[in-house]
């Protein structure tokens, strides 16, 4: 297992992580098989979204004994209401939603105290100006929440988080099929057919520049819906009309900048092993742009998607790196020291480019390398 800090943190957080909706239903022997599966397999981060009572006290009991080797990620303003999951904003029922949880999972506090899906600015201003943020905080005061973080599925809201200096965490939505999507405060756009019926090219700019503010500023992102909801696992629900296996959707996610671990949604053991087979798979095996090369509507032509086909360098630049770096001070308008001080830290930096254009000839989006690396040249001084 990949283990990476999760931002700003001291957490140090398994790449391959769990989101446990899928364990719904299951007996407490069912998920206790399922939990020692997982950590036997090197996962040490869980996302508990879901209010659901009997899930969270079967994982509570699952994770008996271990708490401290474990980090959980638990949601504020996601509670259990007439035998349903319900997301409010009452303060009252937020209050009651956190204590019973904290009593369930048997334990005192949560690792990442996350608010819970806020996918529109009125509502974002509503929480981080309201009594939610004020419990958050005082929380995190207490020690019961040790990191603050939030969840969205739209990029404009989540960069208000990511700007607001108050959330170390942002769960966020990424995969190849709504990274190509607009900001849109109503989620059910991201799946829409006709929302891919036009031709799409590259990433949207707005989701990618939060990629890189999260990076910048240090807020680790974790990633829900890798595989967009199962849809991209098929040819016939793929918009992209091509199955991705699990290890590319995977590697697609884990190479975005900021992000740290991915939240993978299982209901067993042998999908929490097609998640986990993302740390022992060749190169070859997490090659997503197989599956995203000559499409007729969908291009990312002569964009950098840090898939590393540029490598190996006859100069032994890691082009990638010098690209996200370089990128990283686009998306600010300066170059900022810790961006800097990483980038000097780079065995080989743009200013030993050869111009031999190997790495053209390798790229599978045709970027014009070349000229990157004098542009980080010139960016960065050498």
Not at 41 to 61: E, H, Q, T, V, W
Not at 79 to 90: A, I, K, P, S, V
Not at 102 to 117: A, K, V, W
Not at 358 to 368: A, Q, T
């Amino acid at each position: 297992m990949e283990y990476r800090r999760l931002g700003n943190t001291e957490l140090s957080v398994s790449a391959v992580a769990l989101g446990c909706e899928g364990f719904i239903g299951k007996t407490e022997e069912e998920t206790k098989t399922l939990m020692d599966f997982a950590i036997g397999n090197g996962i040490n981060f869980i996302d508990i979204y879901s209010s659901n009572p009997d899930l969270r006290a079967c994982l509570g009991k699952a994770l008996a004994g271990q708490r401290q080797q474990f980090i959980i990620q638990g949601h504020l303003c996601s509670t259990w209401e007439n035998g349903q999951y319900l997301r409010t904003r009452d303060i009252d029922k937020t209050k009651a939603g956190f204590d019973e949880q904290l009593r369930l999972l048997q334990t005192d506090y949560l690792d990442i105290g996350m608010i819970h899906y806020v996918d529109d600015e009125k509502d974002f201003h509503r929480v981080f100006d309201g009594p939610i943020m004020q419990l958050a905080l005082h929380l995190k005061a207490e020690g019961k929440i040790h990191h603050i973080g939030m969840s969205s599925h739209n990029p404009q809201v989540a960069m208000l988080a990511v700007n607001s200096g108050i959330i170390d965490v942002l769960m966020f939505s990424i995969n190849p099929c709504y990274d190509l999507q607009p900001a849109s405060e109503n989620v059910e756009d991201l799946w829409a057919d006709e929302n891919y019926a036009h031709k799409l090219h590259n990433i949207d700019p707005v989701r990618e520049k939060l990629y890189e503010q999260c990076e910048q500023k240090g807020v680790g992102i974790d990633v829900m819906k890798v595989y967009g909801g199962g849809d991209l696992l098929s040819a016939a629900n793929s918009p992209f009309k091509r199955a991705m296996t699990p290890v590319q959707c995977m590697e697609y996610a884990l190479t975005r900048p900021g992000v740290a671990a991915v939240m993978v949604g299982c209901r067993n053991r042998e999908e929490v092993q097609m998640a986990t087979d993302w740390c022992t798979s060749t190169r070859e095996e997490k090659d997503y742009t197989t599956a995203m090369q000559g499409m007729d509507r969908f291009s990312w032509q002569g964009h950098c998607m840090y898939c590393g086909h540029c490598a190996p360098c006859t100069a032994g630049i890691d082009i990638a790196a010098v690209n996200k770096f370089y990128n990283l001070t686009v998306a600010e308008g300066f170059v900022p020291e810790t961006v800097r001080e990483h980038y000097k830290l780079l065995p080989h930096h743009a200013s030993e480019c050869i111009k031999c254009g190997k790495c053209e000839k390798n790229c599978p989006f045709g970027v014009n390398i070349r000229a990157q690396m004098e542009k980080a040249e010139k960016r960065f001084g050498y």
